[in-house]
């Protein structure tokens, strides 16, 4: 007698389910059918594809809110590093910077903001973007067609939309006429109209071109975010998305004042970055405090928060590293690897660029090539929360030696291939306990990884995996947080911050965006350089063990973190738009 047909395309079985609603787990198998979840729950019919989930933890496919992919998914189809730590969807278009809407004389402008504040190699976009569209929802239709490992969605960048309108003008900071503003809220409601979820902008001092310029969004009056606020209130849907000056120094209660008349004009939510920074410690908890005002009143405004310190990190085959802009190394930074390496170790060449002092025109640049002392070594696994003590400064002072003597020899080795670590924010007092105030705070989102960012700098949308691994598993230098918080967080909390209604739970109806977790197994790995960008270009990946599948769509994308060659992922359009 003949075998019955599956009755499922997938049955993932004897799992324990963290359904991203934040409720106790439960065992359940979960049956997956055309692409969405049919029935969770003791399943009596087969599957095509059978995973046996047990002494695995079945969660909802991770959503990752604050990414910069807008280049990246325009030349390859997989969306790492995100889609190595089970991200499902990625939101893009953060911070105001972009590649739309775009006319052609615009196109070298957008890629030297890019370049500066998102640390993408000016080649890499010059062969890498095909520039097939000039509006936003041409650009839109363009990411119709491509195909990925994971879903995108995009957001509308202020920095495109503000040069686009004004040319020149709009790059050199200018203030916009009222036409000009007019011509902005337009731009906003048309793109959100054809499916994007939102405008976003940026007021951070730090995000400058390479040269040393500041960014074309960063000095605009409020006038100019209003009008921006005014193209969501007209489309009648999307986020505002922002980065505000209170983690540099500006007042926070100014700050917070202005989030609230932007979100009150759009009449939609707002989120904004938060960081915990040791220029302004006291700025991060005041915030906290005005949220709690602000959301007591009404107002949906959240804010973005990371989970661990943000990394810089450095190494001779890096962005950064303490003697990247001494004039000797500049004369052999053209070199190879191993060249350089030879030419370090040379006692002359020591001698001459621990003399010497960082020369460039950005500011940005010069701050980090002088954080010297407070570098760690980052390790493999790495360290997120190191101790004090073994930071570069205080290990030097116990040598005997200075902070540069010591990273210089650290540099050297692995053949280079060191890399250390500066936790440029998030790690004030040397813990991450004032992380934890922002992570447990009802009114943050967990977010902030910029995949597809900071290719030779930044590595952090690894985060996913240090959330479940570290906070919720191996920390001891503070309390953990629960599991199922933990998942929430990832899940269903940015779903409901988007508008994504359907994902972000497991549940029968829901998308099957599912990843099968081996909870106990679950490690992160150090970052590693590879060379596969367009043009050869170098960037950052990190590999995490414990993701025994990943499912997009209904479809297995990742079988033990390998790619399984599945390209399921897809635009996903904000349909709720008036």
């Known amino acids: ?67 910069h ?3 990246q998914v325009t030349w390859e189809d997989t969306l790492a590093p995100s889609s190595n730590h089970g991200v499902t969807t990625v939101v893009m278009g953060n911070c105001g910077v972009g590649f739309a809407p775009c006319k052609p004389e615009n196109r070298d ?114 006038k100019e975010y209003r009008a921006l606020a005014e193209g969501l209130r007209v489309a009648g849907s999307g986020v505002f998305q922002l980065i505000p000056g209170a983690q540099e120094g500006k007042d926070p209660a100014e700050e917070m004042a202005m989030l609230r008349r932007l979100s009150e004009i759009a009449g939609r939510p707002l989120s904004f970055s938060l960081l915990n920074t040791v220029q302004h410690p006291d700025n991060m908890e005041a915030t906290l405090g ?86 760690f070594p980052l390790g493999d696994p790495p360290d997120y929360e190191p101790l004090p003590e073994y930071s570069i400064g205080a290990r030097a002072e116990a040598l005997g030696m200075s902070p540069e003597e010591l990273a210089y020899d650290l540099l050297l080795e692995q053949e280079g291939h060191a890399t250390l670590m500066l936790p440029a924010a998030n790690y004030v007092g040397g813990s991450l306990e004032p992380v934890r105030s922002m992570l447990e705070h009802p009114d943050t989102l967990v977010a902030l990884g910029d995949g597809g960012a900071h290719y030779g700098m930044i590595c952090d949308s690894s985060y996913p995996t240090t959330l479940l691994a570290y906070w919720t598993r191996d920390r001891s230098r503070g309390p953990r947080l629960p599991l199922p918080w933990a998942v929430k967080a990832l899940t269903n909390n940015n779903a409901v911050a988007l508008g994504l209604k359907d994902r972000g739970l497991i549940a029968a109806g829901m998308k099957a965006d599912i990843n099968v977790i081996d909870y106990d197994g679950l490690r992160l790995h150090a970052p590693t350089a590879v060379h596969d960008l367009p043009a050869g270009g170098r960037r950052l990946v990190q590999r995490a063990d414990g993701y025994d599948a990943t499912i997009v769509s209904g479809v297995i994308t990742r079988r033990r973190g390998e790619r399984t060659g599945a390209l399921p992922g897809r635009l996903v359009r904000n349909k709720a738009a008036a």
């Not at 906003?188 to 109209?193: D, L, M, Y």
Request: hydrophobic share 40%; proline share 6%.
């Open 1 to 67: 007698m003949a075998a019955s047909a599956p009755t499922f395309d997938i049955v993932i079985r004897g799992g324990l389910v963290i359904d991203g609603s934040g409720s106790a787990p439960y065992e359940a198998d979960v049956a997956v059918q055309d692409g969405k979840i049919c029935a969770v729950g003791t399943i009596e019919g087969t599957g095509e594809e059978e995973i046996d989930a047990r002494g695995r933890i079945v969660t909802p496919g991770f959503i990752d809110i604050h990414t």
């Open 69 to 71: 992919y807008d280049g």
């Open 109 to 222: 402008m957008l890629v030297r903001v890019m370049e500066g504040v998102e640390d993408i190699p000016e080649v890499v976009m010059v062969e890498g973007l095909p520039w097939n569209w000039e509006s936003f929802p041409e650009y839109l239709d363009a990411l119709e067609a491509r195909r990925a490992d994971i879903d995108f969605a995009a957001q509308i960048p202020h920095a495109p939309v503000r040069i686009h309108v004004m040319g020149q003008r709009g790059a050199d900071r200018e203030p916009p006429s009222d036409e000009d503003l007019s011509e902005m809220t337009r731009i906003v409601a048309e793109g959100v109209r054809a499916g994007a979820f939102g405008v976003t902008t940026s007021r951070s001092l730090a995000h400058r071109t390479a040269s040393g310029d500041l960014a074309p969004t960063v000095t605009s009056e409020e």
């Open 290 to 375: 005005l949220l709690s005002e602000t959301t007591g009143d009404g107002l949906p405004i959240r804010a973005q928060v990371f989970p661990r310190a943000v990394g810089i990190l450095y190494g001779l085959d890096l962005s950064f590293h303490p003697f990247r802009f001494h004039p000797s190394y500049r004369k052999i930074e053209a070199l190879s690897l191993a060249e350089r390496v030879a030419a370090m170790r040379d006692p002359a060449m020591r001698a001459r660029l621990l003399a010497e002092k960082a020369e460039h025109s950005n500011p940005t640049f010069l701050y980090l090539a002088g954080q010297t002392a407070q570098l």
